[in-house]
Each structure stands twice: as C-alpha cells, then as structure tokens.
C-alpha cells in the first residue's frame, strides 16, 4: 500500500524559502504521476505542480518562477523548493500519487482523479 508523508513545513517571512518533502513508500512497480496540491484556510484545495517519471514538470501559474519540484532516486520520494514566499502561499501542503500508465500527468492535476494523499504539511508565511 502506497503512503505518503510530508515534511519541511514551518513559518518563513515573506520572501523566505522552505523545501518541503514527500516521502513514498510502496509503490511497487506501478507507474505513477506525483504532484503537490495546497489548500489556504477557508478555501477549496488547488493544485500547486506535478512530475512525471522522466522528471518533467508542470507548474500552476501562481507558482511559477519561484516553485520548484524535484524528484529522488528512490521512487515516490519528491520535493518541493518554495523561493520568494508570500502571505498567500500560507496553505496545508499535500503529496499526491495518481497511477498513470506511462508515468504521465494528466495537466492540471484535479484532487478526484489522485489514488493517493499525504496527510499535508503547514506552510505559514507572515508579512
């Protein structure tokens, strides 16, 4: 069974950096599409980047330029660099697991069509 955990999340002030983490386990041989996603108090969950197995990333356009995420070498395991942080970016983090065929991301990500989720990791940027 795959699981997720995150990690890394704090409180920065603005125009700080964090790096957050998702440590996976059992994914086996499946393939999978990985992502991270976020949701701000009072608001819905948005998708925030995703990777495909190659590595290939897809950013949302609030994050561009100053997101970035990264993979390890060992499978399911990714990161999230976070630069030039702003009270907005203040949100629960979650790592999610889609199983995809060919590895791939399906852009943008939505919440439905993810298998599987960290439990997130608080990220609070102060101004």
């Known amino acids: 069974q795959v699981k997720l955990v995150e990690s890394g999340g704090g409180s920065v002030q603005t125009g700080g950096s964090l790096r957050l983490s998702c440590s996976g386990s059992g994914f086996g041989l499946s393939r999978y599409c990985m992502g991270w996603f976020r949701q701000a108090p009072g608001a819905e969950r948005e998708w925030v980047g995703a990777i495909e197995e190659d590595g290939s990333t897809t950013y949302a356009d609030f994050v561009k330029g100053r997101f970035t995420i990264s993979q390890a070498n060992v499978k399911g395991t990714l990161y999230l660099q976070m630069n030039s942080l702003k009270p907005e970016d203040t949100a629960i983090y979650y790592c999610?697991?889609?199983?995809?065929?060919?590895?791939?991301?399906?852009?943008?990500?939505?919440?439905?069509?993810?298998?599987?989720w960290g439990k997130g990791t608080l990220v609070n940027v102060s101004s």
């Open positions: 999610a697991a889609e199983v995809s065929s060919g590895g791939y991301c399906y852009i943008p990500l939505v919440d439905d069509a993810m298998d599987y």
